[in-house]
């Protein structure tokens, strides 16, 4: 015989797990539309029926039911789906921001429509043109130092645009940095609080969807994965290593590095490595500041400094009409103001480096002419020494090109009276300082007696950065060298106070002897016209015109590449997002399917009730007298 | 089958929505303004292209400027020599007329006086401006006037009359881009177009053993050569020959001087740039600031001169009346400078037509320039608005379509 009540105790856990599933229906539509939220179900189980097999049990026929409870409450998600999310994360943040960043450096560009850096460089060289067919014109010259000022008014503002995007770039590194911190630290409070919830055996469904959402926000900063396999230890790892362990966090730090012009790295704050960042909005910002971006500054400073200095060795040794000869067209400013070069590079207070820009042989050669003796050249580039063999049948313009197509990170030229130059140019990473030469060394004679270059062969006659007056190494008689320029040339580059002063000084004749030459003469102006399409530097881009192209072509492609990747990225993020929200997402029509069922469930109770309720009124009330 | 969550479709025409907002922006943005890239990103290589044929273009105008300018100047240039030309054979004319011996004196005296204006207007024929306000037979000298007129008194002319014309001006070294890499010469020299004679200098010194003893580099013509210490005198005057000037060198069998004769009738202009061998071998004159060509040595014997000189000789003989040197030497000098002149108006006829060719080629260029980096850098319109329209109906399709499926849940039907 059970209790006398016990129907009633049926009824009433029904009405308690029955109003228990309302609420959580009531629940699940309130927060259908919150950013990360799982639709929650109850599970109801069976209450533990009577009698289990035990000695005190009642001899009745068993086991009878003692109705529903609710087991507990859960949250509906595929943990495999979302660990495919999170791996996909810094996939997209990567594309995401590099895409951004790219738009705009290619706005920088300006091309091929607006009036750009080209366009004004185009127009200087028609200044020039103008200036060789009227050689004695004032007009033409004021005409030439009004475009140079203006191209180097276009060069310097390019310059400061690609320095603030770098800025702002560094600018969003720190930032970031502060918001991964920010949102480790709030996973770390949250950890402790489902921590807690859980001893007590509770499923703190809300507090994982927040701290699920946050993992989600994180990995778009950073690649993560999540081990969640000791209920006790929630752990996050990074590239192997741990930013979170339960309560410990891994906080990370922005350093600023002074080899890197002060912008910051981003390290680990408790033992200052460097984070290996390759993917994820923290690492395409790194990308972007020190390679992509800081490239192309160094693209621009190399071509404004070949620019320059081409034009100027032209300018020098030309003459104008009133006498002037031997003025620069533009300002160089040198990075020391040593006449040899020298220069303190450790900061010890010892000279201890040579910075030459630029080193010119005595003897004229002609391009045509097989070498007729063999060695090798040694020289510096990225990753170490690069030799370049010769034989005796290969002519010099062979020997030059073999130079330039090399990794030296110099080029080599014959300039207009046949003497070999090399200049120096724009290095990888942050070790080597640009646009110093470092090392010159030749197994055989075709820099030392033959190009007059240097004054011996062999290691011991080479010239090498690394000591103080390394100028002494070049060739007595007239090798020439020229000092390193401050770096940034693109940056303070700057048209010949002299000449804006008095534009008649600006030379547009050549003089044989020594005698001042005609007003008419325009050799000077006409060599300075034709630069503009002759091979002048290394590597993909040998004219002017090629290096604008090359380059726009260059940030082109990269735009290119990144936004169909961001958008195919895009596509991928979003059909997961729809299969997670299929699974996870709330479904109004179900719920309010689910809504009637209860609804039915708690009434149904509520009857039920009210019927045990009438026949306890009977035993009650109406048995007996 | 798959689960449909209640913002899925929501979602889902909300993303290709934007997606498709963005291509229609960036068609408007296409239409509004006809260019085919809207920024770098959409055709990186095309870009690259039109960056080129842009600068190219550009410079295809600034040679078919060039060309222009001086065929302009040349073309002043050809007239004056025209008239020159007839000033010439007036001369020769009068110098026939004159040969025959059977004027008087006083006959002669009348023929010299058109000979004098003759020979004024033709010092104001070399010394003719261009267009622009730039000598035109100066050289690279073209602000000064090329040739200097002296006037005096002459025997047997009651005015003032020409004393001597001599040549200030310079040489031609100026050039003038007219395609990528090519030059040619733009400046005309009168001491070439108005020049008579061949010109023979004869060395002052004796230079048998002579041997150079330092580097030594010389001007002449133009053209640079080269001395080497140890160079004997049979190596300069090698170098002097194959320097590619119009000049001979030789040894005088007599007087074991160096000898310069031009090959072609012009002044010859030797300049020293380095060293003092030209003074020891007696060409020029060791006193220092003076320019060609008045610096030849003081002992130097120097033949040959201007048009100018052979009118003036014939003016002057015809005063004389020494009609025998008229028929003679004055009358071979003028043939020889009318031929001068013709030759070099033929040569500048010839540079003239090579000018026109790469004229009319250049037009060509250009134009193919132009038309290929339209099609690439300018949008086809009806591509555009083809695919506008396109955009814009299947924008008002998803629209209708999101405002159906969008609106009804259970909850309206519940009571």
Redesign the interface.
Known sequence: MSSTFSGIEIGKRSLNAHQLALTTVGHNLSN??VEGYSRQRVNMRSTDPLYMPQLNREEVPGQIGQGVGVASIERIRDELLEKRILAQGDVAGYWRTRDNY??QV??I?Q???DTSV??MM?KFW?GW?EL?????GQAERQAVLRRGEALIDGINRRYDRLKEVRTMLNDDVVVSVGEVNGMLSEIKGLNEQIVKSEALGDNPNDLYDRRDLLINKLSDYLPVTVDNRDPDEFLIHTGGLHLIQGKQVSFLAAEPNPQNEGYHDIVWKDNAELLNTESGKLGSLVELRDSDVRGEIQSLDEMSMAFADLVNNVHRDAWSANGSTGLDFFREYPFVDNLSGNYDRSGDGELDSTYAYRLTGINTLDPATPVGFAGTITLDGAKGPVNIPYTAVDTVEMVVDRINSSDAELTARLDRNGRLELRAGITDGFDNPDFVIRHVEDSGQFLAGYAGLLGGNGPGAAYDWQIPDAVLALRPGGAAYSVSPLSHPSGWLQVNEDLIADPSKIAS??S????V???????GA?DI??L??KAVMAGGSKTF?DW???A?????????I??QTNESQDLVM?EL??LR?????????EE??EM?KFQHGYNAAARFVTTIDKMLDTIINRLGV | MQRISTNMPMLDSRFRMSERDFRMNQVQRGIASSRALGSLRDAPVDAAHIIRLDSSGKRVDQYLDNINYVRGRWSQAEGYMNEAVTIVQRLRELSIQGATGTYTKENLGFMAIEVDSLMSELSMVVNAKGGDGQYLFAGDDTSTPPFLIENGRIPGMSRSAITNVSYAGDLGRSRMEITDGQTIETNLRGNEVFWGDQQQIFGANDTEGFTVTEANRFILDGKEVNLEPGDNIHNVVRKINDAGAAVKASLDPVTGSLNLETTVPHQIWMEPAEGTALVDMGLLTDTGGTKPPANWHADAVVTGGSLFDQGLALRDALLEGNHERVGGVIVGGLDKGLDSLLRNLADLGAKTERLDITSSRLGEEKGAIADWKSSLADLDLTEAITEMSMLEYTQKAAYQVAGKILQPTLMDFLR
Do not use: C, M, W
């Not at chain 1, 060789?132 to 004695?136: A, K």
């Not at chain 1, 726009?552 to 290119?560: H, Q, Y």
């Open positions: 259908a539309s790219l738009l290619e706005q560009h091309e091929p429509y080209r366009v185009d028609e043109q060789s067919v009227h050689p004695e004749a050549l044989d002897t020594g005698r030459p005609s007003g008419g003469d325009n050799r006409l016209a034709q503009r399409h015109d604008f192209s090359l726009a072509a260059d940030i082109g492609l990269k735009g290119e990144a936004a979003k997002e729809d929200q299929s699974v996870s997402g709330v479904n109004l029509d309010f399917a009637i």
